[in-house]
């Protein structure tokens, strides 16, 4: 299985609800509705085929593109899954079940309706922990095995999917996923290639922004190369720093959120307007993975 993923958060006309202390990073990815809109116009002007990881269709012909939700917020069932539905798309909503009912997050009613509108449920761990990968191995397999417990309770089935929060994965963070049953595992990482362990399909995704242009998100879709590529570069050169940085890190990721809710509170989120210049979004025709 190979796949463009595209993974969101939050969708909240309300900037103040991404500012939950438990959610720090929020304010970074939370999209209002209008921003949220004109990202699915620029995946669906792409012409490519959204569909989710249970779908029969989902291994054969072209790579597909999933879309994820992290966190299980309101936004979740009151914005994403109805905007999906218009286009005829299904996503993938995981849920922090330590969450489950808590103001401005999912309650069990609406994750069993997402589920029987045809979304995939699955797993962001109990308590979507700040550094998972330093977890003891006892914790990391409660972490998995006890929110599939809670949601297949809600959902009742099985569930097989899950998300890593904080793009803390490590083969430790997939083999205590496996363990728990966990088929299919998104982490963070931008990339296509597809890895499996212990029987666990490990998938990347391209993280969208509060900041991101539909013009990327429509690009990603399409495969063209350099919006993933600057991701993936991104990506790589961050990655030591926040293994050497540790809490280090963890502050002045704090302190950089600080200063950038300031920014959202000052300047408008960008519109499908304010696209990226055709060099930036990549031109031409889709470079297929």
Known sequence: MRARTIGFHDVTDDLSVSRDHSRPGLVLYALTS????????????????????????????????????????????????????????????????????????????????????????????????????????????????????????????????????????????????????????????????TTILDGCVILGRYSIRRDTTPAVSGAVAAGRTWPRWRQTLLWKAKKPVKVLGGESFLAFRRYLISRFVVQATTYPQRSQSDVVPSDTAGSGQATHD
Not at 105 to 115: A, C, G, N, Q, V
Not at 172 to 190: C, D, M, N, Y
């Open 34 to 193: 209008r921003g949220f809109r004109s990202h699915l116009e620029a995946i669906r002007e792409q012409g490519v085929r959204v569909t989710t990881v249970d779908h029969p269709e989902s291994r054969k012909g072209d790579m597909p593109v999933f879309l994820t939700f992290d966190d299980g917020a309101l936004g979740s069932y009151t914005w994403a899954a109805d905007e999906l539905e218009k286009n005829g798309w299904r996503g993938h909503f995981f849920i922090v079940t330590d969450w489950i009912g808590r103001p401005g997050f999912l309650d069990s009613r609406m994750i069993r309706h997402l589920r029987e509108r045809g979304h995939v449920v699955g797993t962001h761990t109990c308590s979507h922990p700040a550094r998972m990968s330093h977890l003891h191995w006892p914790d990391l397999v409660k972490e998995w095995s006890e929110s599939c417990l809670t949601l297949s309770n809600i959902l009742g089935e099985p569930v097989r999917v899950g998300s890593v929060p904080n793009g803390c994965y490590t083969h430790k963070v997939g083999r205590a996923a496996a363990t728990a049953g966990i088929k299919v595992l998104f982490t963070s990482e931008p990339t296509v290639a």
